[in-house]
């Protein structure tokens, strides 16, 4: 199972760090997980599992570090000590939780087990008699099936209606309710909706002036919008069309008519982005297209990526010299143009970083101007994004860094294992240290080097274990395979299982000794 390391940070053992952790913690959760409910979950057990751990093991602990990652099916949170053990798996409170509400604090581990899906513990062994294996405390948290679907708002005051109309979309659409166009906009500001259905006559601000509100904004002022009436009023629905929404309908609605209605009008909204999208990329998206020399420094290297076109970016960059060869594969988040701008923005940046790099290519140094500027920049810091470095040296010679990236693989006639490297995302903090590993390939063996969306440009986690275990055999197999002909098999793979129609930008470099 592949993991992905999103932050990690040592800290003494006192109160005090738990509020700053948590802050942390609060700005990469939000960053990377789209769920309001599991990121106040996660941060929730963070700070009562440092709390419980500060206060059982007392004097016996100076230090601790929390590292917080995922894999292809769980958000997980580690807590790592050298204290002596203490098990909150098999600890038994004298009282259990049944009901309470997520704010609550000081409940410890009831409050813990019911708010994570798993939690496991891990005792230190002894190695002598003064000092110990550190003791793990994990804890999970199952990843959402359908993460892919559009988020709907409805607008509706009357409750009854709400209801119904979200029992008619829950299956296809991420659904959330407002009472009123001011609750519209507190959701607007914290989720990613892709589509609004609003009443017209509402208490506090109607349907009207949240939409005027909207199209005021540059943020939301090419947000689809349906308006729901229940009055024949023509001025009222001149007045409506002149704010330019994409429909109204007539109450009562049934099922078919309002799918049907969401479903034609989110299409459209798709095709008119895809088409601003192509005209921006004829003139500039040339310019950051993959490409690599097939061989250098004893190296042969082969690329392909795939893009959905919806904005993101995946970026392969590289600098060659007489003694190395530098590659930075970059992952911008987001699936809109701003995260495709952002993409041209990074793209630039670190070009001229590597050009004019007097570390000799060193990885962790790039990662951590790369995070410098990601935290300094008014404009960089406003979007996250993943990195890995490789400097390729002659004689199968190999370093990696990584922040926040998914972990390379290790492709051996035996199979194939993850390199264990991680950071944390760019970015997060004002200074940032990274850890290298020098990793020497022998003849017959690659790497392979990708982003998030060769294993995640699926719909559900059934779809993404199958399609994480087929591109992992096509990996292995084709070994033997010429690299260029290797990665157009493991490719077609992918273009097999995602019907050619992937959830995400996705990015593969295959690498082998010479």
């Known amino acids: 199972m592949i993991e992905r390391l999103f932050f990690e940070a040592q800290r003494p053992a006192n109160i005090e ?9 609060k700005q990469v959760t939000e960053s990377v997980i789209h ?28 230090t601790f570090t929390i590292r917080f990652g995922r894999n292809t099916y769980d958000w997980w949170l580690e807590i790592i000590d050298s204290a002596l053990p203490w098990n909150p798996v098999e600890y038994q409170p004298a009282y259990t939780i049944n009901n309470f509400e997520p704010t609550e604090h000081g409940r410890g581990i009831p409050l813990i087990k ?19 294996e550190p003791n793990c405390f994990r804890l999970n948290w199952h990843i959402d099936q359908h993460i892919n679907k559009p988020e709907i708002l409805i607008v ?136 690599l020399p097939e061989t250098t420094h004893g190296w042969n290297l082969c690329v392909a990526n795939r893009n959905t076109g919806s904005g993101g970016g995946d970026l392969l960059l590289h600098n060659n010299n007489d003694k190395n060869m530098t590659l930075a594969i970059l992952d911008i988040m987001g699936h809109n143009d701003s995260a495709k701008f952002f993409s041209y923005a990074y793209g ?6 590597m050009q004019n790099s007097d570390s000799d290519g060193s990885t962790t140094e790039l990662l951590k101007k790369l995070s410098e500027i990601s935290s300094q920049d008014n404009l960089l810091s406003l979007t996250t994004l993943t990195a890995c470095i490789a400097n390729l040296s002659e004689n199968g010679k190999l370093t990696l860094a990584s922040a926040g990236h998914p972990q390379p693989l290790h492709i051996t006639k035996t199979g194939i294992s993850p390199v264990q490297i991680g950071g944390t995302l760019p970015g997060l903090l004002a200074e940032t240290t990274y850890q290298a590993k020098d990793i ?75």
């Open 440 to 514: 020497q390939l022998k003849p017959g063996e690659r790497i392979a080097i990708y982003t998030d969306g060769l294993f995640e440009s699926a719909t559900s986690n059934i779809e993404r274990y199958e399609l994480e275990k087929d591109i992992i055999k096509a990996l292995t197999n084709s070994l033997s395979m010429p690299i260029k002909q290797s990665l157009e098999q493991v490719m077609q793979v992918f273009d097999d299982k995602t019907e050619k129609s992937p959830q995400d930008d996705t990015l593969l470099l295959l690498m082998e000794p010479c």
């Open 35 to 62: 769920n309001k409910k599991d990121r106040q979950r996660i941060l929730l057990c963070l700070s009562e599992a440092i709390t419980n751990l500060i206060v059982h093991t007392k004097s016996d602990i100076n």
């Open 114 to 132: 019911n708010q994570c899906d798993e939690m496991a513990y891990t005792a230190g062994k002894a190695i002598s008699d003064k000092e110990n």
């Open 348 to 353: 630039g940046y670190l070009r001229g970083l």
């Open 156 to 291: 509706e005051d009357d409750n009854a209606l709400s209801r119904i109309y979200t029992v008619y979309l829950k299956d296809l659409y991420i659904v959330h309710n407002a009472e009123d166009g001011n609750a519209a906009i507190e959701i607007l500001n914290k989720e990613n909706i892709s589509l609004i259905v609003s009443d017209i006559n509402m208490p506090k601000m109607d349907g009207i002036s949240l939409r005027k509100q909207l199209i005021n904004s540059k943020k939301t002022e090419s947000l689809p919008f349906i308006f729901l009436t229940s009055t024949e009023d023509h001025h009222i629905k001149n007045k409506a069309s002149d704010l330019g929404i994409d429909d109204y309908l007539s109450k009562p609605v049934d099922k078919t008519k309002l799918i049907y209605t969401i479903n034609r009008i989110l299409h459209r909204s798709q095709q008119v982005c895809n088409h601003l999208t192509q005209r921006i990329d004829k003139h500039i998206s040339s310019a950051l297209k993959p490409e």
């Open 17 to 25: 760090v738990v509020t700053e952790l948590r802050n942390l913690l």
